[in-house]
């Protein structure tokens, strides 16, 4: 049996936004449903919100996201980063250029002390986000 671990955002009303945007940097296949799609609109301002939107790339990479429903709390990001890492120097360049574009770079690209290029950000909609790439820039 195979088991996953697959990242879930939570967003305030954007997450069909959030999704594409990723969908942008990442490349890839996004499936989304509303909450009207799967008859779970008890609010009607509820029902053109994402339930679930799943974000698959070539590479594997899945992310998932969905709107807060307007009578739940909402915290922006929360205590969660999340890692993007690997050898592919261009790719991984082109996606930490997209992740902060219109966010704010908390830590930028440089050589971390085991010898990677590392950075880390906050994306335009709140999430944190920290790039490992294990070839020196």
Known sequence: MTMLLNPCLSFRDNAREAMEYYRSIFGGELE???FADLH???DPADADKVVNAMLTTERGLVLMGADTPAAMPFTPGGSVSLS???DE???LLR???GLIAGGTVTMPLSTAPWGDTV???TDRFGIS???NI???V
């Open 134 to 136: 294990t070839e020196r």
């Open 40 to 42: 779970l609109d008890q």
């Open 119 to 121: 950075g880390t950000c």
């Open 84 to 86: 993007l890492s690997g």
């Open 95 to 97: 996606e930490w250029n």
């Open 89 to 91: 120097v261009e790719e």
């Open 129 to 131: 986000w920290f790039v």
């Open 32 to 34: 989304i449903q509303t």
